[in-house]
């Protein structure tokens, strides 16, 4: 499956909350999108629950299913809790560092700066959204790039480098990642256990 590129409130209607950050266009309501989303009301398998929430993971993050698991592989044979170090290995993409040092206002942003080669990890241009982002690595932005407009427009409506695990420095456009984030310090609203239960059948 491609990535998806279709209209995002749809999809965050799906789950029920924002999932791609503020959505002017978002209403919470109680039934699904869709012509006939309000006369379903069948119950949802727990199945159906791990699923949505694997699929609310993919779609947070930005990520492809075989992506997606290959990095559960990875996490389960890491040592702590498996859903917990898949998190912090979504956290550690470079796309998704990107957007939470307010270099980029989404991800999907993130993402495309990143693949246009206007991002540095320790002053090398790195132009894969994947690239895992370890410990006291410094992603920046390129010397030509830092009066791009949608990077000067981000960071001055954002206050979201604010996170325990970034150092930021305003005067080089750049932040150091200092750790992979414990559960605890990462926002997003994700029932890891049930992706770890959901392949794990």
Do not use: C
């Not at 209403?27 to 699929?55: I, M, V």
């Not at 990520?63 to 698991?69: A, D, G, M």
């Amino acid at each position: 499956m491609a990535r998806y590129i279709g209209p995002k409130t749809k999809i965050a209607r799906k789950f029920g909350e924002a999932i791609y950050g503020p959505d002017k266009n978002f209403e919470r309501r109680n039934f699904p999108p869709g012509q006939h989303g309000a006369n379903r009301r069948k119950k949802t398998s727990e199945y159906g629950l791990q699923l949505k929430e694997k699929q609310k993971a993919k779609y947070t993050y930005g990520v492809l299913e075989k992506q997606f698991r290959n990095m559960f592989k990875r996490a389960s044979r890491s040592k702590g809790i498996t859903g917990e170090v898949l998190l912090g290995y979504l956290e550690s993409r470079l796309d998704n560092v990107v957007f939470r040092l307010g270099l980029a206002p989404t991800r999907a942003a993130a993402r495309q700066l990143v693949s246009h080669r206007h991002i540095v990890v320790d002053g090398s241009v790195v132009n894969i959204a994947s690239f895992q982002v370890k410990a006291d690595m410094v992603v920046g932005v390129r010397e030509k790039s830092k009066s791009l407009e949608v990077i000067a427009g981000s960071l001055s409506n954002s206050s979201v480098h604010k996170y325990s695990w970034l150092a930021w420095d305003q005067s080089s456009l750049a932040g150091k990642f200092l750790t992979i984030p414990e559960r605890s310090e990462i926002p997003e609203n994700i029932k890891e256990q049930l992706i770890v239960e959901l392949y794990s059948k």
